[in-house]
């Protein structure tokens, strides 16, 4: 392959957050209702609305895992209880949490820009469900937080994604409209229905279309990146936890089929969020592609049945609004099919666990699958930059 000197943008980098995160810029009423840090049991645990949380083990971040060491774990290729793989911890290395040591590392990993998204923050949205003032300050707290710590453009190659709730339509407008005065050129929200004070409620639902138009007329990209969706409601319906708890990987858990984001994407399709908005442009982050090929059957299914519903091939409209940045273990042959090379985004998930310890190793995953060198570049860095228009 022609591919010396290659340069990445890679769609999916982490930070590990501060401790005061979500507290350095809470609002004095919400502080008790939020995040607070509490003793217990000797062990310093992260409280939540009262409660303590479980979604990560360690949300301290005082001892992590090196990144990619469950890689091959995802591939399928090792098994065994997620806690011995994970191989020797360390402290947390400067780069995770200070932009100007982080941006040293990119150069070393040949990354010349990159998306980046909450570890602790995607977990974050539903664990306050039953206060969802208080769920929209403590996100208000940690977008000022983030903008402080790591900006939304710093240097023109982190491009920190704020996260956005839409749970109160006008306060999503208002928190968007700030982030855009700071430049923001990527956020990230949670797939599923939103969950209002009145009820849950469908993203396509034309009480958010004045935030959509927003998005739309700015050019904001609007990420949906895994995370603790409504849809893990169904652990407890199929008689698990109710609660969310990263690496706990039972059967079941890995089993249950129902994706959040297609469904997510269904709807804006069919309830007519992108024909009302056509400037919207979404990116599918750390959600896998798997979803991508039931979607389109579902979709080509509809589109026969009524095709006067449907303003055109609701799969071409997908093609022009989104972009997937698949697992390193999917069918990239099958999801290039589907939605194009143009459409591909790198996802390495760096520096998490699940992810890719070097992120320019996705480049043998797409030579394997048939990419040739101009896809391959596209898919590990021209994408990214045409999406954010870098």
């Given at each position: 392959?022609?591919?010396?000197g290659?340069?990445?943008?890679?769609a999916?980098?982490?930070?590990y957050?501060?401790?005061?995160?979500?507290?350095?810029?809470?609002?004095?009423?919400?502080?008790?209702r939020?995040?607070?840090?509490?003793?217990?049991?000797g062990?310093t645990r992260l409280?939540?609305?009262?409660?303590?949380?479980?979604?990560?083990?360690?949300?301290?971040?005082?001892?992590l895992?090196?990144?990619?060491a469950?890689?091959?774990?995802?591939r399928?290729?090792a098994?065994?209880?997620?806690?011995?793989?994970f191989g020797?911890?360390?402290?947390?290395r400067?780069?995770?949490?200070?932009?100007?040591?982080?941006?040293?590392?990119?150069?070393?990993?040949?990354?010349?820009?990159?998306?980046?998204?909450?570890?602790?923050?995607?977990?974050?949205?539903?664990a306050?469900?039953?206060d969802?003032?208080?769920?929209?300050?403590?996100?208000?707290?940690?977008?000022?937080w983030?903008?402080?710590d790591?900006?939304?453009?710093?240097?023109?190659?982190?491009?920190?994604?704020?996260?956005?709730?839409?749970?109160?339509?006008?306060?999503?407008?208002?928190?968007?409209?700030?982030?855009?005065e700071?430049?923001?050129?990527v956020?990230v929200?949670?797939a599923g229905?939103?969950?209002t004070?009145?009820g849950?409620?469908s993203?396509?639902?034309?009480?958010?279309?004045?935030f959509w138009?927003?998005?739309a007329?700015?050019?904001?990209?609007?990420?949906?990146?895994?995370?603790?969706?409504?849809?893990?409601?169904l652990?407890?319906?199929?008689?698990?936890?109710?609660?969310?708890?990263?690496?706990?990987?039972?059967?079941?858990?890995?089993?249950?089929?129902?994706s959040?984001?297609?469904d997510?994407?269904?709807?804006?399709?069919?309830q007519?969020?992108?024909?009302?908005?056509?400037?919207?442009r979404?990116?599918?982050i750390?959600?896998?592609?798997?979803?991508v090929s039931?979607?389109?059957?579902?979709?080509?299914k509809?589109?026969?049945?009524?095709?006067?519903?449907?303003?055109?091939?609701?799969?071409?409209?997908?093609?022009?609004?989104?972009?997937?940045?698949?697992?390193h273990?999917?069918?990239?042959?099958?999801?290039?099919?589907?939605i194009g090379?143009?459409?591909?985004?790198?996802?390495?998930d760096?520096?998490?666990?699940?992810?890719?310890?070097?992120?320019?190793?996705?480049?043998?995953?797409?030579?394997?699958?048939?990419?040739?060198?101009?896809?391959?570049?596209?898919?590990?860095g021209?994408?990214a930059r045409?999406?954010?228009?870098?």
């Amino acid at each position: 392959m022609a591919l010396d000197g290659l340069r990445a943008f890679d769609a999916d980098n982490h930070y590990y957050e501060a401790l005061d995160a979500f507290t350095r810029h809470i609002e004095p009423e919400f502080a008790r209702r939020c995040m607070q840090w509490a003793e217990v049991g000797g062990r310093t645990r992260l409280l939540v609305g009262g409660r303590v949380n479980r979604f990560l083990p360690n949300p301290t971040f005082s001892a992590l895992a090196r990144p990619g060491a469950l890689e091959q774990y995802f591939r399928g290729e090792a098994g065994g209880p997620v806690a011995e793989l994970f191989g020797e911890l360390e402290p947390p290395r400067p780069e995770y949490r200070d932009r100007d040591a982080r941006l040293r590392v990119m150069d070393e990993l040949g990354l010349d820009g990159a998306f980046f998204f909450p570890t602790l923050g995607v977990g974050m949205e539903r664990a306050l469900k039953d206060d969802l003032p208080a769920a929209r300050a403590a996100f208000r707290a940690f977008n000022r937080w983030l903008d402080e710590d790591w900006g939304f453009a710093y240097r023109g190659r982190i491009f920190a994604a704020p996260y956005l709730s839409l749970s109160d339509p006008a306060a999503a407008v208002a928190e968007l409209r700030w982030a855009l005065e700071r430049g923001v050129r990527v956020l990230v929200m949670r797939a599923g229905p939103v969950l209002t004070e009145r009820g849950l409620k469908s993203p396509a639902d034309r009480m958010f279309d004045e935030f959509w138009a927003l998005a739309a007329e700015s050019g904001v990209v609007c990420a949906y990146h895994g995370g603790d969706d409504v849809y893990q409601e169904l652990v407890s319906w199929w008689s698990e936890s109710g609660e969310t708890e990263a690496f706990r990987m039972t059967p079941l858990r890995t089993l249950l089929s129902p994706s959040g984001v297609a469904d997510t994407f269904a709807a804006l399709l069919a309830q007519g969020t992108l024909s009302r908005h056509p400037g919207l442009r979404f990116a599918a982050i750390e959600t896998g592609s798997d979803w991508v090929s039931p979607l389109f059957r579902s979709l080509k299914k509809s589109f026969a049945q009524n095709p006067g519903a449907w303003a055109e091939d609701p799969r071409e409209t997908f093609r022009r609004h989104v972009w997937v940045a698949p697992f390193h273990e999917s069918d990239l042959a099958g999801l290039r099919e589907l939605i194009g090379t143009e459409r591909i985004l790198l996802g390495s998930d760096w520096p998490h666990v699940e992810g890719l310890a070097d992120p320019l190793a996705f480049v043998k995953d797409l030579a394997a699958a048939g990419f040739d060198d101009a896809e391959i570049r596209l898919v590990m860095g021209g994408n990214a930059r045409a999406l954010i228009r870098a």
